[in-house]
Nanobody
């Protein structure tokens, strides 16, 4: 099972951008789907976006049109480009392997995540 390490978080003003990266310890080319989740203080972890090996993507309504998920199997990375950030995007962001049952569910171990804070 690959180990995932998130990076790229930070403090950004509303309307700004950040690019998160998730680096895998091994090959992700055989992993069908990867996803980004986030957890805000006092809230449950929620799915933000997923991407399959064929490039199909899913986005939560709250980030649609602002966030873009991508993957590079050659570099074993999954990225999340976040534009037009809002204070409500403030959270710890995590990546994980995901599986679609009746909905997308994570099935790998959680990493430590990367903190994103959107504030003026």
């Amino acid at each position: 099972q690959v180990r995932l390490v998130e990076s790229g978080g930070g403090l950004v003003q509303p309307g700004g951008s950040l690019r998160l990266s998730c680096a895998a310890s091994g090959s992700i080319s055989s992993i069908n789907a990867m996803g980004w989740y986030r957890q805000a203080p006092g809230k449950q972890r929620e799915l933000v976006a997923t991407i399959t090996n064929s490039g199909n993507t899913y986005y939560a309504d709250s980030v649609k049109g602002r966030f873009t998920i991508s993957r590079d199997n050659a570099k074993n990375t999954v990225n999340l480009q976040m534009n037009s950030l809002k204070p409500e995007d403030t959270a710890v962001y995590y990546c994980n392997t995901v599986l679609f049952l009746t909905r997308w569910v994570p099935f790998g171990p959680w990493g430590q995540g990367t903190q994103v804070t959107v504030s003026s």
